[in-house]
T-cell receptor
Framework: GAVVSQHPSRVICKSGTSVKIECRSLDFQATTMFWYRQFPKQSLMLMATSNEGSKATYEQGVEKDKFLINHASLTLSTLTVTSAHPEDSSFYIC????????????FGPGTRLTVT | QKEVEQDPGPLSVPEGAIVSLNCTYSNSAFQYFMWYRQYSRKGPELLMYTYSSGNKEDGRFTAQVDKSSKYISLFIRDSQPSDSATYLCAMTAGGGNKLTFGTGTQLKVEL
């Protein structure tokens, strides 16, 4: 149980284009999903918290107009990187917290974004 | 000072060794403590979670929390090469608060 999927696992795009990453909880309902960014050999950096049916809460320093988050259902959240630039190249990981849980987060396998 | 401190390693041990991984923290509000394992280029996998102080054992893994010292540990017995990964501690006050992660300790178990 507690499986979270991400799609795509890897994407290469050209500078200036937009990329959408999907995060799905496969066998549970997730009221809250989280989006993280991870640079090589570094820990996870929380970008935003996404609650189903409401606007995402972004961490300080994260541009909400650049990283668009939509959490339209209890099993799906999407992150769209708009007008991507090479500095946006990174490993993006989502996690989901089961409805009713206080703390456990289950992570997706991550999406490697490369902007050329 | 970071809220959660974790030695990044790398930590290299021979197969069969007992491994001790640790984190210290400064926020006394933290109540829930987790250990995640992350293989290279993969998402973190929840290994253990503990509420408040005490020990919890699951197979070869034991998690310990000492809230009075603000110190948590993960012990791995009979370590295997497949245990080679980065281990991240994480903690939260609960109540829907976000997780705060350590930087992760890179572990390598050698044959």
């Amino acid at each position: 149980g507690a499986v979270v999927s991400q799609h795509p696992s890897r994407v290469i795009c050209k500078s200036g284009t937009s990329v959408k990453i999907e995060c799905r909880s496969l066998d549970f309902q997730a009221t809250t999903m989280f989006w993280y960014r991870q640079f090589p050999k570094q820990s996870l950096m929380l970008m935003a918290t996404s609650n189903e049916g409401s606007k995402a809460t972004y961490e300080q320093g994260v541009e909400k107009d650049k990283f668009l988050i939509n959490h339209a259902s209890l099993t799906l959240s999407t992150l769209t990187v708009t007008s991507a630039h090479p500095e946006d190249s990174s490993f993006y990981i989502c996690s989901a917290r089961e409805s009713g849980s206080n703390y456990e987060q289950y992570f997706g396998p991550g999406t490697r974004l490369t902007v050329t | 000072q970071k809220e959660v401190e974790q030695d990044p390693g790398p930590l290299s041990v021979p197969e069969g060794a007992i491994v001790s991984l640790n984190c210290t923290y400064s926020n006394s509000a933290f109540q829930y403590f987790m250990w995640y394992r992350q293989y290279s280029r993969k998402g973190p996998e929840l290994l253990m979670y503990t509420y408040s102080s005490g020990n919890k054992e699951d197979g070869r893994f034991t998690a310990q929390v000492d809230k009075s010292s603000k110190y948590i540990s993960l012990f791995i017995r009979d370590s295997q090469p497949s245990d080679s990964a980065t281990y991240l501690c994480a903690m939260t006050a609960g109540g829907g608060n976000k997780l705060t992660f350590g930087t992760g300790t890179q572990l390598k178990v050698e044959l």
